[in-house]
């Protein structure tokens, strides 16, 4: 078992996380590689119940995004048609089966910017809290800054 120590930037990324979720907005939790910023993420997904994923290289596409989604809750649908796990996601996500939990995406910078639209689309249209992290250096060279 991991021993996890509470440290201040934990507890503010966790009180951030928690206001993200009540105002229904995401979070972007960004900072230098090896911070500990997925063991944080780790941490308050456990703590709060939150469904947690890993942006890899294979989920970078519209499809495999949703189908991470599935996986993050637990939810078993092998469609091979997007619109069909886009609806899914939309129905267990959104207000249908109640409020879902707060969903925690690590590596958020690996998604090509139409998955992160598509995203940030759901996360709107259901409200359901998103919290994300990112290494800077990787994110602002991406945005060109």
Request: with cysteine.
């Amino acid at each position: 078992m991991t021993m996890f120590v509470e440290t201040r930037a934990a507890l503010t990324m966790r009180a951030a996380f928690d206001m993200a979720v009540k105002m229904r907005y995401p979070l972007l939790a960004i900072g230098k590689a090896g911070l500990g910023k997925t063991v944080a993420l780790r941490w308050i997904a456990d703590q709060s119940g939150a469904a947690y994923c890993e942006v890899a290289q294979h989920t970078r596409a519209i499809r495999p995004m949703f189908k991470m989604l599935h996986d993050a809750y637990g939810v078993q649908k092998d469609s091979k048609h997007t619109y069909d796990l886009a609806k899914d996601c939309m129905n267990f996500l959104g207000a249908r089966y109640g409020p879902a939990r707060p969903l925690l995406v690590d590596e958020y910078q690996n998604f090509t910017p139409t998955v992160l639209r598509e995203l940030l689309h759901l996360q709107e249209r259901c409200g359901f809290g998103v919290g994300t992290r990112a290494v800077r250096n990787r994110t602002l060279r991406a945005n060109g800054s």
